[in-house]
């Protein structure tokens, strides 16, 4: 059973543009959901990271946007770049715990 | 220094074989995992160690073999692989046995390709 559905699969945005990401979890004991982003060939990169307390959180371009009692978060990429082209996950793990709980991955392409 | 430093970056390796991937980190982590991920797939945890010893074996096949000799290092002796164990494996270490307390660092993988 998939404990963080992610979505879209793939993701398509002019250069400038807004690119938004969106997930959904169950386990209302999860309390730690970062983005991961990752290039071809590379190992996910912590990108940014919320926890339940906090409703948004933004670090320069991307901003975590999170809604606790609907139980979903979404990573929004404003002004993106080509640069930005990568596979984003987004996660959740728990206290005690000791894994994450990834989505299945978002493609994004960002064209000039 | 902030890195999981993984070697090889890349094997190819027969069936029939015997090759170990090797992970290392020098940040003081005491948790060390290590992460399958076909393509396009998120990673999916193989094992997790914590102080050294083994905390978790997600019902990985025993052809994959784990050991951590140190804190700072951690293997993956591979036996006898199948084609369908080509993968990229990524190494992660954490501060915490709770990853979100202090955070999570992967390694850039070593690409492995069974022939």
């Known amino acids: 059973q998939q404990q963080v559905k992610q979505s879209p699969q793939s993701l398509i945005v002019q250069k400038g543009g807004i690119s938004i990401i969106n997930c959904a979890y169950e386990n209302t004991a999860f309390d730690y959901f970062p983005w991961y982003q990752q290039f071809p060939g590379k190992g996910p990169a912590l990108l940014i990271a919320i926890r339940p307390d906090v409703s948004e959180k933004k670090e320069g371009r991307f901003t975590i946007s999170f809604n606790k009692s609907a139980k979903q978060f979404s990573l929004h990429i404003m002004d993106s770049q080509p640069g930005d082209s990568a596979t984003y996950f987004c996660a959740a793990s728990m206290d005690p715990g000791n894994q994450f709980y990834f989505g299945t991955g978002t493609s994004l392409t960002v064209i000039p | 220094d902030t890195e999981v430093t993984q070697t090889p970056k890349h094997l190819v390796m027969g069936m029939t074989n015997k090759k170990s991937l090797k992970c290392e980190q020098h940040m003081g982590h005491r948790a060390m995992y290590w992460y399958k991920q076909k393509a396009k797939k998120p990673p999916e945890l193989m094992f997790v160690y914590s102080y050294e010893k083994l905390s978790i074996n997600e019902s990985v096949p025993s052809r994959f073999s784990p050991e951590c000799p140190n804190s700072s290092l951690l293997n993956l002796h591979l036996h006898a692989l199948q084609p369908e164990d080509s993968a990229l494996y990524l190494c992660?270490?954490?501060?915490?046995?709770?990853?979100?307390?202090?955070?999570?660092?992967f390694g850039s993988g070593t690409r492995l390709t069974v022939v």
């Open positions: 992660a270490s954490s501060q915490a046995f709770y990853p979100g307390a202090y955070g999570y660092t």
